[in-house]
């Protein structure tokens, strides 16, 4: 293939505002182009990495919140198994349908006054600690100031778990506005949160063939 | 860069990953109890024309089957019951009786139990709970055959003169694979019955001679009864337990064999808790069940108990299971928690390190979404509990359990798994009894490592510890795993013993909690499920443990190195020569596991998927 018959789109495009007629010119081939757009990415990408990282160096964090131990309402009946896994992990009674309260203490480590617009536990689909509600919300976070937040739950779904079940619950959601920014941030739990599926005599819902929702029927 | 921008890239260096569920062997069922009756183990009746019988066959396929019997005299009393058969399947006979200690003789056939299929009571059935007094107007809603012995009319949950207690049901071929109950699958793909028989408050129950597959839970069910055998049976291809007990006493299994089931082999679930007061630990004087004379084999485990107490497990062969005797105390609603007095003596517990996880990932045949898709029948298994791969016998939270004389090698992760479960996990909250698990339990004379005809075939290590309980201890158990030929651990700091576990003549073990950095895989690991987790983040129980240095290989397992997919010991359809040989018993057990695990070096040719 000639070099003549290359044409740079900004040749194209001059040419095109000139009014001259582009029809017979051959297109760039594919290979050229992945060529061309390959170099821009790597220019691009390697530039866009520097500013990242030196961001990342210059900055103190923006956003971010740090959750502490959970607590729970009176009404969830709970347990801390201290030496059950390296991080040890809060145990939780599931009754179906009922609703707890699972307060999760915040700082705001930011450099920045912020507003914590939300907070949820970050589950599976169809969690057996089914996060409703954050009541509370908004609370302004001045940097470095404490807050205790209230996920609202539901226990719920047990019929789409086997007997055998545990749900774990490792990070909640934290969503925030910073000078006007909204950003969620996963916050990963001191501790991790488990639930056990109840048997069947104690989950209305459970059908025999349980596991066929999961399996995709 | 802007505010959001850099918010972005901060959020994703923080994001982590999500992971959820799922433990424990278990069972579903309604609010049980243990029976209190005082039943005896029932005895095996004889043949005798004058004594209440009825015959099920099936038309033209059994007089087929009796003609290849190859006993004369065993040809000539099946058709001499053939001329007297009145029923075609089993429930119209059992529903036929009318006489308390009856015996049912099932002539070879394979029995489907259309009629159960497709019974109009169990249209409505919405799976949920079944109660009792369900069980009685319709067990067609989730069994092929149901014994349901006490008269719900009664106050009592016995079988006391009701037609159906002490009833007999025995196959009359020359295996037990001769006479098949089979469930199988529904022209929607979907699994045809939960159950296969189930004897329900049956007292007295003795069932002999016959093979069980192809169902969604439980091949062999036997709940709340009290006195119960189950002899020369065969279990095959269930999607959970081959034989499962529940809530039951006085009850023996001799001489079976199962294979190829999801969850289980035998599951003595919540037996009778009758050492409960006790203190101390084996050999018992009382038992709510004896298991002897069993292959159990190419199951996810090889024998489970959730509050499997008082269990008496002896001259068993466990093994090519991927763990092999598992019992816990981790599920809430099952009376006996939590587990106790286990007895495990003179078993051969081996190469128990077959990986049936690789068939729930993705792209695997367990992931089909009709059942009738995946294989079953061809023995894939689709492992329905976490366990890790290459374990001999686990102990996840137990109490005075005895293990003594046993052989245990070739498990290539560890050989004797002892750890605490925290009583919040079965739903008691009550902080007092967290540690109430995993005391008391003595490891005596069991040889690590050996192969009985002397081949070193050592454990990953013998014994796995979390360092938890008050009187554990581990004693005389020479192993080939160590150079000193005394048994390997993970925790050689404990004690000052040889082994570094604590001795029994010292007293066992003094109180210590948990050491959480070994208890560190146990909640990853539970977040398991076969159909959305199949691989959880952290653990690693899912990964087949390499062999251990220092193996010899012994001819019996030539043909099927551990790993190695099982055969079927019989296709769903060759009743003629499946199961066990009519000598039965450990001993033929021993001899017949060559052939089956040359089986199964053919079948890893010819399926590599299938196991």
Redesign the interface.
């Known amino acids: 293939m000639s070099d003549m018959l290359v044409r740079t789109d900004a040749d194209r495009d001059a040419r095109a505002a000139d009014g001259r007629d582009t029809r017979w010119e051959l297109p760039e081939t594919p290979r050229a182009r992945r060529r061309r757009t390959g170099i821009r990415g790597v220019v691009a990408g390697a530039a866009l990495g520097a500013v990242v990282a030196a961001a990342a160096l210059a900055l103190p964090p923006v956003d971010v919140v740090q959750a502490g131990p959970l607590h729970f309402d009176a009404d969830a009946t709970h347990l801390m198994l201290e030496r059950f896994d390296e991080r040890g992990v809060y145990s939780l009674r599931y009754v179906h349908g009922d609703r707890a309260e699972v307060l999760v203490p915040v700082r705001n480590d930011g450099w920045l006054p912020t507003t914590v617009t939300g907070i949820s536990l970050d589950g599976r689909p169809a969690p057996m600690i089914d996060p409703v509600g954050a009541p509370g919300t908004p609370v302004e976070l001045a940097p470095g100031e404490e807050a205790t937040l209230t996920v609202e739950v539901r226990f719920d779904n047990c019929e789409y778990y086997t007997e055998r079940a545990m749900d774990v619950y490792r990070d909640v959601t934290v969503t925030t506005r910073t000078a006007g920014v909204d950003v969620s941030t996963r916050v990963r739990l001191d501790n991790d949160l488990v639930v056990r599926s109840p048997m069947m005599t104690t989950c209305p819902d459970r059908v025999s063939d349980r596991g066929a929702f999961l399996r995709g029927g | ?4 921008s ?2 972005t ?3 994703l260096v ?3 990953v ?14 049980s109890l243990f029976p209190d009756q005082g039943a005896p183990v029932p005895t095996y009746r004889e043949f005798d024309a004058n004594a209440p019988h009825l015959v099920v066959c099936k038309p033209g396929e059994s007089e087929e089957r009796i003609a290849r019997i190859g006993d004369p005299k065993l040809r000539a009393f099946n058709r001499r019951l053939l001329a007297a058969c009145e029923f075609e399947h089993i429930q119209a006979a059992v529903d036929a009786v009318t006489e308390r200690g009856t015996n049912i003789y099932v002539l070879p056939g394979v029995y489907r139990e259309e009629p159960s299929v497709e019974a109009p009571c169990a249209q409505e059935y ?4 079944v109660e009792y007094e369900q069980q009685v107007a319709c067990g067609e809603v ?1 069994n092929l055959v149901t014994v349901a012995g006490d008269d719900p009319a009664d106050e009592d949950r016995a079988c006391t003169d009701e037609p159906l207690c002490n009833l007999q049901i025995e196959g009359t071929g020359a295996d037990p694979g001769d006479t098949l109950l089979q469930g199988g699958f529904g022209t929607d793909g ?2 045809r019955k ?1 159950n296969g028989m189930k004897a329900d408050r049956a007292d007295g129950f003795y069932l002999r001679n016959m093979a069980f597959e192809l169902v ?2 439980n091949a062999i069910y036997v709940h709340e009864t009290d006195g119960y055998v189950l002899d020369r049976v065969v279990a095959r291809y269930n999607d959970l337990y081959g034989i499962l007990t529940f809530a039951s006493d006085h009850g023996v299994i001799k001489d079976c064999e199962t294979h190829h089931n999801g969850d289980s082999g035998v599951y003595p679930g919540s037996a009778a808790d009758v050492n409960a007061d006790s203190t101390e630990t084996g050999p018992l004087d009382r038992w709510a069940v004896e298991i002897s004379g069993c292959d159990t084999h190419h199951n996810a485990l090889g024998f489970s108990g959730t509050a499997g107490n008082s269990v008496y497990f002896h001259d068993n062969l466990v093994h090519h299971n991927a763990a092999g005797y598992v019992t816990d105390s ?4 099952h009376p006996g928690m939590p587990q106790d007095h286990a007895w495990l003596e003179n078993n051969r517990i081996y190469s128990n390190n077959v990986n049936f996880y690789e068939n729930v990932q993705e792209g695997g045949p367990c ?1 089909a ?1 009709r059942p009738a898709d995946v294989g079953y029948e061809d023995g894939v298994v689709c492992p ?2 976490p366990v890790p791969v290459g374990t001999g016998v686990m102990f996840a939270g137990g109490n005075y359990n005895f293990v003594h004389d046993n052989h245990i090698y070739d498990n290539w992760r560890q050989g004797v798994m002892l750890f ?1 479960v ?1 009583a ?4 008691d ?1 009550n ?1 007092a009894n ?1 540690y109430e698990t995993s005391h008391g339990n003595h490891m005596t004379g069991n040889t690590m490592g050996m192969h009985p005809d002397g081949y070193v075939q050592p454990n990953g290590v013998d014994f796995w510890w979390d360092s ?1 309980g008050e009187g554990n201890c581990w004693e005389d158990n020479p192993s080939t795993g160590s150079e000193d030929g005394t048994a390997t651990t993970n925790a050689p700091h404990l004690s000052t013993s040889p082994t570094g576990l604590p001795d029994c003549e010292g007293g066992g073990s003094v109180f210590t ?5 070994k ?2 895989s ?2 990853p690991c ?2 398991y ?1 076969r ?2 987790n199949p691989s959880p983040t952290g653990c690693d129980w899912m990964d087949s443990p390499s062999e251990p240095a220092g193996r010899e290989e012994a001819p019996d397992d030539q043909q099927a190195a551990p790993g190695a997919p099982g055969a079927p010991v019989a296709a769903p359809d060759d009743t003629a020569g499946g199961g066990l040989p009519a000598t039965g018993g450990p001993v033929a057990l021993f001899g017949l596991l060559g052939l089956g695990l040359m089986g199964g070096a053919t079948r890893l040719r010819r399926r590599p998927a299938a196991s």
């Open positions: 860069m802007n505010v959001r850099l918010a890239v901060l959020l923080v994001a982590l999500l992971s959820t569920l799922g433990v424990a062997t278990a069972h579903e069922e309604r609010e919405d799976g949920g709970v989730v979907d699994w939960h969604r839970e981790f599920v809430p609603n992931q979404e329905a509990f605490w925290p919040a996990l079965r739903d909250f902080p967290q938890e909690p948990s050491d959480p950095i208890s560190a146990l909640v539970a977040a499920d159909n959305d």
